[in-house]
């Protein structure tokens, strides 16, 4: 195989925007909807990825709401609704621990600014935590109650983040992709970061700024070695793509 010809192409796409996200509010783990405009963009995101010919073999999300009904509107719109589809914890957003449920100038006023900044500054620093009581922490919720309590956060740091999902990634999703299967993974923001710093080799400064679009399928061509060839964000036909070489 020739450098210059993808091996397969693998699509992250971040959930349609959440009711959250439209008020403002750190959401994390807190399993909330998508609001109306979440669910007009998984629809898009379905159509755009229909119309660019693109087709899947397997679909990875998260234990999110959020996650899992921009996956069903998109496999509705691209009428595949039969694909195999997996569902995994590792693949929730970023914890965001005691924040969750506050809009930034509500957290800032409990905990102060710099708790607040350092968090979404910093891959390493993380936010307030949660009490091992509090009714938000995942080991007190019935749906993790098969996971080691051990496993499961209190909050976490971006690398946390990233380190929370390499065991999926490294035992199952790699070896899917190295099978030449189509894969789509519809998550969230922080969690897709964790993934594009690996396939890209950025430097946790360079993947904290990164922006990862509510909606907007992002495309990366990977060669036998699983190195990306080039990276897209994909559009309409009739318009044109974002493209960044890879």
Known sequence: MSTDQAL?????LRHGQSIWNHEGRFTGWSDVALSVRGEVEAKQAGSILKQCGFTFDVCFTSELKRAQHTLALIQSAMQLDQLPVYRDWRLNERHYGALEGLRRLEAVRKFGIWPILSCQLCSDAIPPMLTTEDPRAPAN????ASIDRACLPLAESLLQTMNRVQPL???TILPEIRQGKRLLIVSHKNLLKTLVMQLEGLTPWQVIRLPITTGKPLCYELDIQLKPIRRYY??????QSFRTQG
């Open 8 to 12: 397969t192409r693998l699509v992250l």
């Open 141 to 144: 919720q019935m749906r993790y």
């Open 169 to 171: 990634w490294r035992d």
């Open 234 to 239: 994909l559009t309409a036909p009739d318009s």
